[in-house]
């Protein structure tokens, strides 16, 4: 026989002790709705891996779940990339959000920190520190930018944004600013060696080290292949 009032209580009881489920969900919802069809490799698929990689990371380190799952999901939203170089635009979009569901300050201004730190700002320059929260999303999310996904989408960006593929006249360079990291023009091959090489020496957790360990061999055979293909004369 079926009893309504005994199958809702585990449903109504999980969100008596605890809300976060349903503001996780609402959250994806938003973003999905701000992100979907993106192409230049920020795209709602982007978010949805952090999350998920998030997560994976979290189970295995001591940390909130729940602001990790809010950061991963909102830790794109408003990227400077995207935004003529304005990094408040993030937190700023972020805090709206999560005012309108009226999560408390606290949390609000964790996540907004988090997100306003995450961001890779150039090889020479000093990273902002992160709570271990923010450390397992800044972990998820350089994961997303090496392996096979990493080369997708180094090249979805690159032509998003009409940068040419690759010029062997032009030397990678390891930006010392913010500033000029963010205004870069190089290409996307250089963008490995600007970025992408470098992040598996840059991971927060043991469990990101050890996910990047193959990504990153994946990298340095695709780009031994390419030089290969493109060096036929030897
Ligand atoms: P971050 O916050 O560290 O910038 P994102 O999640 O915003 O990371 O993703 C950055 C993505 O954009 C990466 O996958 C990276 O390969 C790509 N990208 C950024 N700059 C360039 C560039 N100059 N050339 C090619 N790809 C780039
Ligand atoms: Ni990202």
């Known amino acids: 026989m079926y009893n309504e009032a005994y199958s809702l209580a585990p449903f109504i009881w999980r969100n008596l002790i ?19 069809g993106e192409s230049s ?5 982007h978010i949805y891996r952090v999350w998920q990689t998030s997560l994976y990371i979290a189970e295995r380190e001591t940390v909130d779940t729940h602001v990790v799952q809010l950061a991963a999901l909102l830790h794109d939203i408003g990227d400077w990339k995207f935004h ?16 309108s569901l009226s999560v408390d300050e606290a949390t609000i201004a964790h996540i907004c920190e988090i997100i306003a730190n995450l961001s890779f700002k150039g090889a020479s320059v000093k990273p902002a520190p992160l709570s271990p ?3 397992v999303v800044q972990d998820a999310d350089r994961l997303d930018a090496i392996g096979a996904i ?3 989408r180094a090249f979805a960006y690159g032509g998003a ?3 040419e593929m690759h010029d062997p006249d032009a030397a990678p360079i390891l930006h010392a600013t913010f500033d000029q990291y963010k205004n870069s ?10 970025k992408l090489l470098l992040l598996k020496d840059r991971l927060n957790t043991a469990t990101a080290r050890q996910l990047a360990e193959q ?16 060096n036929i004369n030897g």
């Open 150 to 152: 990493g080369i997708g």
């Open 84 to 99: 003529a170089g304005d990094e408040s635009v993030g937190p700023r979009l972020a805090r709206e959000w999560l005012q």
């Open 215 to 230: 990504r990153h061999a994946f990298m340095e055979a695709f780009l031994a292949q390419f030089n290969a293909e493109w």
């Open 18 to 36: 605890n809300a976060s489920p349903d503001i996780i969900t609402q959250t994806a919802d938003h973003v999905r709705g701000l992100m979907q």
């Open 133 to 135: 929260e923010g450390q």
């Open 161 to 163: 944004k009409g940068r």
């Open 41 to 45: 490799g920020h795209d709602w698929w």
């Open 185 to 194: 023009r190089g290409t996307t091959i250089n963008h490995f060696h600007e």
